[in-house]
């Protein structure tokens, strides 16, 4: 995609701190970390979205996440590490390039977690069943 700023990464047309970089594969330093350390790890071919992305391409950036994450966690002697994918507007997505996050985690980081609540009496099962029907 043209206007797409990651393409423009893996083209070279635009900086990025890179920290893994394959055939198929580019990590690089977000430029708006939640700690030091949060890299991005994407596929150099430009899909939109998980739902778009080849089932061989989330398996190879499944074994890339480990191995980033382990390097990161070293890097910066993280207490944890966070992965995260943003799918369309409503959950964040910003760039509509597939990418994950992988974040550094420390015990007192002050960035907190989404808070859960419990489903209403027999409606998990009434969710569970719908969710059924779509696999």
């Not at 701190?17 to 394959?22: F, R, T, V």
């Not at 990590?27 to 899909?47: E, Q, R, S, V």
């Not at 997505?93 to 597939?98: D, E, F």
Request: net charge positive; with cysteine.
């Amino acid at each position: 995609m043209n206007d797409c700023v990651f393409c423009k990464i893996i083209k070279g047309e635009m900086p990025a701190d890179k920290i893994y970089e394959d055939e198929n594969y580019l990590a690089f330093l977000d430029i708006t970390p939640i700690n030091p350390g949060h890299t991005l790890l994407m596929p150099k071919k430009h899909y939109k979205n998980l739902y778009s992305l080849p089932n061989d391409v989330l398996n190879d950036m499944a074994l890339l996440i480990k191995k980033i994450a382990v390097a990161v966690k070293q890097a910066v002697s993280a207490d944890g590490i966070n992965i995260g994918m943003n799918n369309e507007q409503a959950a964040g997505q910003i760039v509509p390039h597939v990418h994950f996050h992988v974040i550094p985690r420390f015990l007192n980081d002050g960035h907190r977690h989404w808070h859960g609540k419990q489903y209403p009496p027999n409606k998990s099962k009434e969710i569970a069943e719908q969710i059924k029907k779509f696999l």
